[in-house]
């Protein structure tokens, strides 16, 4: 089967595999009601009701789908965690997709909406949700305005709000918009979010929101692609979506390919099947690295993810494998740089980015992140100094303590040290900066050697206290 | 205080009634705010204070934590560059310090005409279509310094630039404010009913009926 | 607190020793209790715990492995195993500093903070030694105001939120917030509103680096210059507890000490800043007597001039010599010390034989009743889950730390709090029933919240409301107390008696939390400075107690202070002793005190600054103020605690007790005192109520007080009768504000400038009745007089009423105002 670019879905390309969530992407109607109707819409939304609801979560729970916002923890699994006997519930969709490297969350709703919806339906009726609050990223305005227009649709058809298909199932579905912050992304700063405060993260224990979400209610937060998987799911069974992807890792996911690739693009591929070799030079996926160049280095799972080598071209495209080999698929966020690239330059754009995004409540990301920033910066200026190095590694130590994960390296006799990291913040951001500074110090330290060009030292006074070194 | 115009009130209302806490409209009010007035003055955060419930410290602190509120009067097309890792790899610097010659304003800057307020920001969510720029959040992808002038050129000349965008987007490009062409309504005799939490004491209908003792 | 049973507690393994914890207490308060301090900048005792600075992170082992996590966020769990000097654990610290450091400005030479400064000692003591930061430190313009008072330094900020939580979750005021985002993060105000808050003062002591400081206190001393003394706040009769700190003699500072029972470490600002006042230059430094325009003293002069001690206190003696016991009367005496107030009671009645002795100024409540009621403590006012009555003033603008108390209990303790008031408090968007009472009616709503038949009420509330709020009051399981006060001076004491005896019979296992504001006028009912009491809760009927004592006890019960006043301007009283008073200011008519100053014989005023009352005084004595003397002081609770001198008084001013003494011993009696102890000494010998709580029993729980119990019989007046209002009047209601034109305020040149001004609020549909704009300045015609005052509208005022802030600049509403009236009824006029 050909593989081709969708060229409305911008940037999504048809690689010929299986589609449980992009099926509809070739119809330049395929956010329509219309469309959706007559390509199987909502029934998997009328065979959850057929069910009891819980029923729905032993079927969702069964297919072990995973979160597919970057944490990966099982949906079935997380739903199960609301308390007896507390009320109301509530449903977050997290649309704030703001992870560099991906935007498969935009094209869903963008291209798809009413699969969202079905989706969102189905949890609410499955673990009795009262309200779905449908968080959309500020800056997406195509598709809040996707979003919107389907929302008045299904409503008026009768699928959402009171009574739906005359049943006595009945929720509202919000549209909410962000406003502009990556950290919203984080679950409970999206609750705070979408409370109307600061977007800023709270302590988990004890504000697991499952526990104590919205308005101190338990409360589901699940990404966008997780929930356009249930229509699927619920339509077709658990065992069906097993028989796609890998045993721990069943079905497919949404991969962007962005960087120094002939053909970047978003990809929905079978877990675990797939290796990145596959995906990096495959014919049907990016057709190898551009402009005759070799691959220098890539990040497997977003800005937060230690970065692959060459030697890891053959890990599968699964958690389990990607997390054993010392890093993270996140959200399907892969960015392939070649050997053009100046590795510290990389270093510094994502670091800055953190830098940037860091909300400011717990003092080690608040001051590390921007401190790790300017010194790279001072590096790249032409100001660096030779103890600037060993204190770039001791800045992310106290942000994150300890060994950080790595990547295997055979040659340099390296064992993975596996996700997650410590911290001493109170959510990942933090420790997030540090992986880029970890990655390319451990692998390219000649080149920020090369860059620096002063002969003094900034005093370390204390050696930096960490078990195995960095 | 009044802020809002009267259709713009309205709407207010309509948006407040959708959430269990009047609070939690704080930002999409302060979205409507800047629709109306293209940038979020002080006294739409006064009214907005008063409809939800709140102090105008705490609407400021929360508006100001956000990206895309603005403080101060911005040009009718915000562009934002994105310089971000997969941008920057295919040239998204290259393109923004092409767009600071072409529209004559560093970034952060406003054009004195009025018409462009250029900003370089984090990633817009279109990595593999990189470099990529928005125009008051609407997509223009691969793009290139020629492709930029032309989109900048449709806008001076009152052309719709959208078709450039090649995001299956179409239409006018809305000035800098509006988000989303197109609202969500709910009508009242299809609204399921909001519930401030606390007036919430049972497992609502379809599950109450179906308890098998499961959570 | 409660005493705990060995197996309520929880065992814990901290730094290798066990330790017991108390349930649900947080790791961070177990072990510094317990001796081990854990560093914190975020974490406070009294507020919310947030765990966002991580200074407080150490090693904790929950059973899954040692892992590096925030002491203040855990509470301890049976088998907790913690370790606070491990490697990890001291590294971490070494980072969290270094991190809070590196964009802090080198500001330590030139900040008020510096050697009282958490962030110096936790760096001293849990730091690295030098940072390693050479980059450029983030800067803000320094400082910027965020009201009057308090000042911001956005470059010292650490951002541990601890000012907005106290602003949001203590003082409900939420007008400081975080901004901005990141690095760039700052604590600021919204544009021209800035943080006015009562309440701003404990954002400057909580804060633990110099970002919010004191404008009263910028630049003046270090704190290894101060020296200090726990004291007791005598402003208000909440009796918060202080610490009062001086230097080279001279009062800089006023600080909140936690007083579990009482404040919690809160002061309200008048309460903290008005140690200015007693600083005061204005301080009157002499005795005056009346004299020529050279200072030659003449008994028929115009003038008062300064005056030696002997010579006053003789004219001062010599007046009462003359005067008959029953034309000698004494007013005032809330502004003293318990001590004082006894030895002003033991000469005003023991040794002159007068029983013309009352303390509150006829804007109170009868002592006896206040007396014979059951008192509640704040502790049990507060209780969580219990239920409270407001019928009185608004506590945030007259009792600034039981303003904040009630509120915790209210907003986070499940409180429920029912409002019997003439307008709108600080509390009335947490009540679950505000009930808008008129003037006069508050015995008719009690009645009607419990069955009776309903008024002909025109007070726009709902019959509904009354009656749910009857219901809840009735079905209440938890305490139920009511405060008790005067909400308005437009209204007499008769109508609140009422209302507060009816409240009695309906729930008789009710407490009451007297409400009344002025400084220790509740030790000087204890002390019997009112009209038939005498010492240590007993009446004249009492004697025999006093017998070896005191020379007398008066047999007849004498007048109350407005009693006293009219006899005055009848020419009836030749000696009229003020002590602390400010008749002028204070009297809810102008009118009857100024004929009762110019009516009585010798006006003998012992006060502080020389008010327009003292300036018509024959005889003026100055007492030291509440930092120069030493003592106890009785709070609304009856909960008696400690004053502490620290400071000199000014010129040759004296204690009160020690004037007492004088005047007694020109009048040939030794009244036995050398000392504030040996007046305490007599008291707990003839006070059976006192008997228990010896001196050394006081300083040993200084911090917290004793509370003493005991009261009288219940003696219940006639009812008042309330006229109907005449449909042109408007029913006035005149309050206090936190801020006006009182001495004490006066005198603080940092509060001296916030009375709120004078403006009379009506309810819209009221304003549109009498054709009035928003903002016109209108005539309001009362009894006795007549102001000016611009008209704001206000939807939380019943029709039919107007209210009124008193003492504010420009408008003396008392002297409009007719004591002898149960109500109030004005006209408006327009002019």
Redesign the interface.
């Known amino acids: 089967m050909g593989s081709s670019y969708v060229t409305h879905a911008a940037g999504y390309v048809d690689n010929g595999g299986p589609k449980l969530v992009t099926s509809r992407f070739g119809y330049e109607d395929s956010h329509t009601l219309a469309r959706f109707e007559a390509t199987g819409g909502y029934v998997g939304l009328k065979a959850a009701m057929a069910k009891r609801p819980a029923e729905v979560h032993s079927q969702v729970r069964e297919a072990t789908l995973l979160g597919r916002g970057g944490a990966g923890f099982p949906a079935g699994v997380k739903w199960g965690f609301c308390p007896e006997g507390v009320w109301p519930r509530y449903l977050v969709v997290n649309g704030d997709e703001s992870e560099p490297g991906t935007y498969k969350d935009r094209l869903l709703m963008e291209r798809d909406p009413h699969q969202l919806i079905e989706g969102c339906l189905i949890a609410c009726y499955a673990l009795g949700l009262s309200q779905c609050f449908l968080y959309v990223r500020g800056e997406m305005a195509l598709a809040q305005e996707r979003i919107a227009t389907a929302l008045n649709e299904a409503y008026a058809a009768g699928y959402v709000g009171r009574e739906i298909l005359d049943s006595d199932f009945s929720v509202d579905i919000v549209l909410h918009w962000g406003a502009g912050a990556y950290i919203v992304g984080e679950e409970t700063a999206l609750i705070e979010s979408l409370e109307g405060n600061r977007g800023m993260p709270r302590l988990k224990p004890p504000y697991f929101p499952a526990a104590i979400g919205l308005y101190g209610k338990p409360t589901i937060v699940n990404n966008v692609e997780t929930l356009a998987n249930l229509p699927w799911i619920l339509e077709h069974g658990a065992a069906a979506y097993r028989r796609y992807g890998s045993e721990s890792s069943p079905g497919t996911r949404m991969f962007a390919v962005s960087g120094h690739v002939n053909r970047p693009g978003v990809y929905e591929v079978e877990q675990g099947v797939t290796t990145f070799r596959d995906l990096f030079y495959g014919e049907e996926f990016c057709q190898g690295i551009r402009g005759g160049h070799e691959l220098k280095m890539f990040i497997p799972g977003g800005g937060s993810a230690p970065w692959f080598f060459e030697e890891h071209l053959d890990v599968a495209l699964e958690a389990a494998d990607v997390g054993a080999a010392g890093s993270m698929l996140g959200s399907g966020a892969i960015i392939v740089m070649d050997d053009s690239t100046d590795a510290v330059k990389a270093c510094h754009r994502l670091v800055r980015f953190f830098a940037r995004e860091s909300c400011g409540k717990c003092s080690p990301c608040r001051e590390g992140t921007g401190w790790e920033e300017k010194i790279l910066q001072r590096i790249l200026d032409g100001h660096g100094r030779p103890s600037d190095i060993d204190l770039l590694l001791d800045v992310g130590d106290n942000i994150s303590p300890g060994p950080y994960p790595v990547a295997a390296h055979a040659t340099e006799g390296l064992d993975a040290v596996p996700f997650p990291p410590r911290q001493t913040t109170i959510c990942p951001l933090g420790p997030s900066s540090v992986a880029p500074i970890v990655s390319t110090i451990r692998r390219f330290r000649h080149e920020f050697e090369a860059k620096i060009t002063r002969g003094d030292t900034i005093p370390v006074s204390a050696a930096p206290v960490t078990a195995g070194g960095n | 205080m009044t802020f809002f115009d009267t259709d713009n009130e309205r709407l207010a209302h309509e948006v407040i009634d959708r959430y269990p806490r009047a609070r939690s409209a704080a930002i999409p009010l302060l979205h409507l705010a800047q629709e109306q007035e293209g940038w979020v003055t002080p006294a739409a955060m006064v009214q907005i204070a008063e409809l939800i419930g709140s102090t105008p410290a705490e609407v400021l602190g929360t508006a100001s934590f956000y990206e895309m509120f603005k403080f101060h009067p911005v040009g009718r097309y915000v562009v934002n560059v994105c310089t971000n890792i997969s941008c920057q790899l295919l040239g998204g610097e290259e393109l923004l310090e092409h767009a600071e010659t072409s529209l004559g304003v560093r970034a952060g800057g406003t054009s004195d005409d009025g018409l462009f307020t250029l900003e370089d920001v984090e990633c817009v969510a279109a990595c593999t279509e990189a470099p990529c720029f928005t125009v008051n959040y609407r997509y223009f992808h691969r793009a290139t310094t020629g492709s930029f002038d032309e989109v900048v050129a449709d806008i001076r000349a009152g052309r719709s630039p959208m078709q450039r965008g090649d995001a299956g987007d179409d239409g006018d490009l809305p000035e800098h404010g509006t988000l989303g062409r197109v609202r969500q309504h709910i009508s009242d005799d299809r609204r399921a009913g909001v519930e401030a939490p606390e007036n919430v004491t049972g497992a609502p209908l379809w599950l109450a009926a179906d308890r098998n003792g499961e959570g | 607190m409660s005493p705990l049973e060995v197996g309520d507690q929880v065992s814990i393994v901290v730094d290798g020793e066990t330790v017991l914890a108390n349930p649900g207490e947080l790791l961070i308060d177990a072990c510094e209790r317990t001796g081990t301090y854990i560093p914190r900048f975020c974490h406070h005792t009294r507020m919310r715990p ?6 407080c ?1 150490v090693d904790v082992d929950t059973g899954r492995g040692a ?2 996590q ?1 002491s203040c ?1 855990l509470a301890c769990t049976p088998g907790m195993v913690v370790e606070t000097e491990s ?2 654990t ?3 610290q ?3 500093l ?3 450091l ?2 802090h400005p080198l500001d330590c030479p030139v900040c008020d903070k510096g050697g009282e400064c958490p962030l110096q000692d936790q760096t001293m003591a849990f730091g ?3 940072s ?5 430190k983030r800067h803000f313009e320094k400082p910027i105001k965020v009201n009057d008072n308090v000042n911001l330094d956005r470059e010292r900020c ?2 541990c939120d601890r000012c907005t939580r106290f602003a949001d979750e203590v003082a409900g005021d ?12 700052q604590i ?6 800035p943080f006015s808050s009562y309440f701003s003062g404990n954002t400057v002591q909580v804060c633990p680096v110099g970002a919010l400081t004191a404008l009263p206190y910028r630049f003046k001393a270090r704190p290894w210059d101060l020296e200090e003394v726990e004291s007791t706040s005598t402003l208000d009769s909440v009796g918060s507890r202080i610490s009062v700190q001086s230097s080279r003699d001279r009062v800089l500072r006023f600080q909140g000490v936690d007083a579990d029972a009482v404040n919690w470490g809160w002061l309200s600002d008048k309460e903290r800043f008005v140690f200015e006042a007693y600083d005061h230059e204005d301080r009157m430094a002499t005795p005056l007597l009346k004299g020529d325009a050279l200072g030659n003293r003449t008994p028929d002069g115009s003038e008062l001039v300064a005056a030696p001690w002997n010579e006053a206190l003789d004219v001062a003696a010599e007046a009462l010599r003359a005067a008959p016991a029953d034309r000698i009367a004494v007013v005032g005496g809330a502004r003293l010390t318990n001590e004082a107030q006894y030895a002003w009671a033991k000469l005003a009645k023991g040794v002159l034989g007068t029983d013309h002795v009352d303390s509150q100024l006829g804007d109170g409540l009868p002592a006896d009743l206040l007396l014979a009621l059951p008192r509640a403590t704040i502790d049990e006012a507060c209780t969580p889950g219990g239920t409270i009555v407001l019928l009185g003033p608004d506590p945030k603008e007259e009792l600034g730390a039981l303003y904040l108390r009630l509120r915790h209990a209210v907003v986070h303790d499940g409180a429920t709090l029912i409002e019997l008031t003439q307008c709108r408090t600080g509390l009335t968007e947490d009540a679950t029933h505000s009930l808008r009472v008129q003037p006069g009616e508050a015995a008719e709503v009690v009645s009607a919240m419990f069955g009776g038949a309903p008024s002909a009420g025109s007070s726009g509330r709902s019959v509904g409301d009354v009656t749910a709020a009857g219901e809840l009051l009735a079905a209440a399981t938890g305490p139920v107390t009511v405060l008790l006060g005067r909400s308005s001076l437009a209204e007499a004491a008769g109508p609140v008696v009422d209302a507060a005896l009816a409240l009695h019979d309906h729930l008789p296992d009710a407490r009451f939390l007297s409400l009344l504001r002025r400084g220790n006028v509740h030790g000087a009912m204890d002390m019997g400075l009112a009209p038939g009491l005498l010492p240590g809760r007993a009446t004249l009927a009492d004697a025999d107690r006093f017998v070896d004592v005191w020379p007398g006890v008066p047999d007849v019960v004498g007048r109350d202070t407005l009693a006293t006043l009219e006899a005055a301007s009848n020419g009836e009283v030749d000696v009229l002793v003020l002590l602390g008073a400010d008749l002028l200011a204070d009297v809810p008519d102008g009118d009857l005190a100024r004929r009762a100053l110019n009516g009585a014989g010798t006006v003998i005023a012992i006060d502080l600054f020389a008010t327009e009352t003292v300036a018509s005084a024959d005889v003026v004595l100055p007492a030291a103020g509440p930092t120069e003397v030493d003592g106890t002081f009785t709070n609304l609770e009856g909960r008696v605690s400690q004053v502490t001198r620290k400071v000199t008084s000014p010129g040759t001013s004296r204690p009160d007790w020690m004037i007492a003494v004088d005047l007694a011993d020109r009048l040939g009696v030794d009244l036995g005192f050398m000392s504030a102890a040996d007046i305490w000494a007599e008291l707990t010998a003839v006070s059976a109520v006192h008997a228990g709580f010896s001196t050394e029993a006081i300083a040993a729980d200084s911090t917290e007080g004793v509370v003493v119990t005991g009261g009288l019989a219940l003696v219940r007046p006639e009812p008042t009768a309330i006229p109907a209002r005449q449909p042109s009047a408007l029913r006035l209601i005149a309050t206090r504000s936190m801020y006006d034109t009182g001495v004490m305020v006066a005198h603080s040149p940092s509060l001296a400038g916030l009375a709120p001004g004078a403006r009379a609020a009506l309810e819209p549909t009221e304003m549109r009745r009498h054709g009035v704009a928003d903002g016109e300045v209108v005539d309001l015609v009362g009894p006795k007089g007549t102001v000016q005052v611009p008209v704001v509208a206000d939807a939380g005022v019943a029709a039919g009423t107007v209210h009124l802030l008193v003492n504010q600049p420009g408008v003396d509403v008392v002297a409009m105002l007719d004591a002898g009236a149960p109500v109030t009824d004005v006209k408006l006029v327009r002019r």
Do not use: Y
Request: glycine residues 8%.
């Open positions: 947030v765990g966002m600075c991580r200074m992170i892992a590096l925030p966020m490697d990890r001291r590294k971490a070494d980072g969290v270094e991190f809070l590196i964009n690295p030694g030098e390693r930061f050479v980059e450029e650490i951002l939420k007008l400081i917030h975080f901004m901005a985002r990141g690095s760039q993060t600021n105000t919204f544009p021209d509103l």
